[in-house]
Nanobody, 123 residues
Framework: VQLQACGGGLVQAGDSLRLSCTDS????????MGWFRQAPGKEREFVAA????????YYADSVKGRFTISRDNAKNALYLQMNNLRPEDTAVYYC?????????????????WGQGTLVTVSS
C-alpha cells in the first residue's frame, strides 16, 4: 500500500478532525496530492488538492473556509485539517497522488490512492 490515510473517527457537528496520509513509497515526490471523499450511496468526490511545493491549493465549494490541506514533503505526508464539521461531511476520505506537480480536482488526474479513513459527523 503506497498511501495510508488515518485520523478519522466519530465526532459531533462543529468539531474538528485532522486527517493524515503517509506516503510510504514516496509516490508524492514531484507530484501534487489531494483528498477525495465518498459518502454512502454516492460517487467519490473531490475535496482538496495541493501542488507539489504547496504553493497552490484547491477546495471544493462545500469545504472552502472550513478545511485546510497541507503537506510536509520531508515526511512524505499529507494532511487535511477539518474544522466546523457538518453531518454532510460524513464519508470515507481518501488521499491520492496526482500524475503531475500541478494541483487538480479531476479524479482522472490521480494515479495512486490510499485505503481511506471513515469520518462520521453526528448532528
Amino acid at each position: 500500500v503506497q498511501l495510508q490515510a488515518c485520523g478519522g473517527g466519530l465526532v459531533q457537528a462543529g468539531d474538528s478532525l485532522r486527517l493524515s496520509c503517509t506516503d510510504s513509497r514516496r509516490t508524492s515526490r514531484n507530484n501534487a496530492m489531494g483528498w477525495f471523499r465518498q459518502a454512502p450511496g454516492k460517487e467519490r468526490e473531490f475535496v482538496a488538492a495541493i501542488s507539489y511545493r504547496g504553493q497552490t491549493t484547491y477546495y471544493a465549494d462545500s469545504v472552502k473556509g472550513r478545511f485546510t490541506i497541507s503537506r510536509d514533503n520531508a515526511k512524505n505526508a499529507l494532511y487535511l485539517q477539518m474544522n466546523n464539521l457538518r453531518p454532510e461531511d460524513t464519508a470515507v476520505y481518501y488521499c491520492a497522488t496526482a500524475t503531475g506537480s500541478m494541483a487538480t480536482s479531476a479524479r482522472s488526474g490521480y494515479r495512486y490512492w490510499g485505503q481511506g479513513t471513515l469520518v462520521t459527523v453526528s448532528s
